[in-house]
Structures are given as structure tokens and as C-alpha cells.
């Protein structure tokens, strides 16, 4: 009879685990975190991969037809997303030649289906806000985070121009502490005489975007080069839950027969 009850009880809780996975994807108005809006952030950034990067940067291990996971229809995909190829099975390639890259813009553009993986979220997504003007370098553009870069800036019509400010301090505790209370990216270096310099950043000409709705369209871009990335990630992040649970549920199952068989041998 205690052998049935806790049967039972078990049997309860995989049923249960089971229905709130099952309401998690029923979800209506889901809010800001949710599976949903996660959705829709990596739909917004396939647009804007396809829009803005797709031109120079390819992404060959990432088909088209895997967008539908997404929750975006074929023809969707080939309506708004298909520039450089007709086929929904096609991986995300760019007509132009890599010895036409090397000739135009002095070194191949990477593809970016596994940067994310590689320079890691956190990266990406402060190299994005980090371009200034530079009429020192041949592309008019630098970055905070990648010095002396040779990729120009392609979306400053959408974030506006950037300034460098750099400010001079005595020692690297009084750099450090401005670096912290800058508001933005801030970067300490040492200068001659044993003194350090903050460089920071400082809006010059306005964009067509405002500062936080610039940031949310970085924001929905490196998401999706993290999708891409690993576009299984969230579906073996769920099926590990499951696993977890399963093997919860399963251990306290074995504890409670193994104390019956001592008890019946006591």
C-alpha cells in the first residue's frame, strides 16, 4: 500500500511537471523574459542581420529554413529575408568573393555563425555601441573595443556619430575609479610620465535612433548571432530541465525502495 502511494505520488509529479511545460508554451501577453519576447527579439534580428550585415558578413553554417523555428513562415523568410539566395534550404552566404573582400576592404570579412560563441555575447554587444569618428584611419571609424578595426561603422545612420574624450589622470587608482563612474564604455591607458588616460565616448551628431531604442536594435542583433551560434541551445536547455526533474523524481523513488528492503531486513 506505501509502495502504491508513493507510485502515485510520483506519477502526480511528472504529470505535473509536464503541465506547466505545457502552459509555458500557451503563454498570451507573456511578459518581458518570456519565451515569447525572446521570439520576437530574435525575429527582429534576423531583419537586421539580413538588412545590415548580409551584405559583407556571411553565416554558412545557418540555413534559412531554420528561421522557421523562430516561428516565421516560409514565405517570410523569402519574402523579407532572402537576398543572397533562392532556396528556403540555402545556408546564409554572401555573393561577394573573398578575393574581392581582400581587394575592397583589406582583410575578408569573418562569418558570423559562430562568432558569438567565440567573442561571447557581452563582447559583440559592446563592440556594437563602441564605434567613434577617426580621420586617422582609413575607413574614418575606430572602436573603443577593437582598436584601430577595419570595419567601418555601417550602422551610424542608425546610432549617430561618436566622439572620443580622453581624460588625463595622475595615477591608475584615480583612472580606474573615473573609468567606473563613466556613465558608458570607458577604457584606462597608460600614458608617458607615469600618468593613465580614461578614454570614454560622447555623442557628436544624432542618429534616426534614440540612445535606448539604438541599444534595444543591438540588443535584438546579438541575440540572434547567439541563436545562430547554437540554434538547438534553447531546445537542449528544456530537454535538460526535463532530464533533471525525471532523475529527481527517480532517485527519491530508489531512496524510498531501498529503505523498504532494509526495513523488511531489520
Not at 555573393?95 to 561571447?120: C, Q, T
Not at 591607458?189 to 539604438?214: I, M, N, Q, R, W
Not at 526533474?245 to 523488511?264: C, H, M, P, Q, T
Request: with cysteine.
Amino acid at each position: 500500500m506505501v509502495k502504491g502511494a508513493r507510485i502515485l505520488i510520483a506519477s502526480l509529479l511528472c504529470a505535473a511537471a509536464g503541465t506547466a511545460l505545457a502552459e509555458g508554451e500557451r503563454l498570451v501577453g507573456a511578459p518581458e523574459g518570456s519565451k515569447f519576447e525572446r521570439e520576437a527579439s530574435l525575429q527582429r534580428g534576423a531583419r537586421d542581420f539580413a538588412n545590415y550585415c548580409l551584405n559583407c558578413h556571411g553565416a554558412q553554417f545557418m540555413r534559412y529554413n531554420r528561421l522557421t523555428d523562430l516561428g516565421l513562415s516560409e514565405a517570410q523568410i523569402k519574402d523579407n529575408l532572402m537576398f543572397a539566395s533562392d532556396k528556403i534550404g540555402g545556408a546564409m552566404t554572401v555573393a561577394m568573393s573573398r578575393k574581392d573582400a581582400v581587394s575592397w576592404f583589406g582583410a575578408a570579412p569573418p562569418d558570423l555563425s559562430v562568432e558569438a560563441r567565440v567573442r561571447g555575447r557581452d563582447w559583440l554587444y559592446s563592440y556594437l555601441l563602441a564605434f567613434y569618428r577617426d580621420d586617422k584611419t582609413p575607413t574614418g571609424w575606430n572602436n573603443l573595443v577593437f582598436p584601430s578595426v577595419a570595419m567601418p561603422h555601417v550602422l551610424w545612420s542608425l546610432q549617430g556619430t561618436q566622439k572620443l574624450v580622453e581624460s588625463e589622470y595622475e595615477d591608475q587608482e584615480k583612472a580606474e575609479a573615473a573609468a567606473i563612474a563613466a556613465k558608458g564604455l570607458a577604457l584606462v591607458e597608460p600614458a608617458p610620465g607615469g600618468k593613465f588616460v580614461v578614454k570614454t565616448l560622447a555623442e557628436d551628431v544624432p542618429g534616426t535612433l534614440s540612445g535606448a531604442e539604438y541599444k534595444g536594435f543591438v540588443g535584438d542583433l546579438v541575440n540572434y548571432l547567439d541563436y545562430i551560434g547554437e540554434p538547438a541551445k534553447s531546445e537542449r536547455i528544456n530537454i535538460g530541465i526535463v532530464v533533471l526533474i525525471f532523475l529527481g523524481v527517480l532517485f527519491a523513488l530508489v531512496y524510498s525502495l531501498k529503505r523498504e528492503y532494509w526495513n523488511d531486513l531489520h
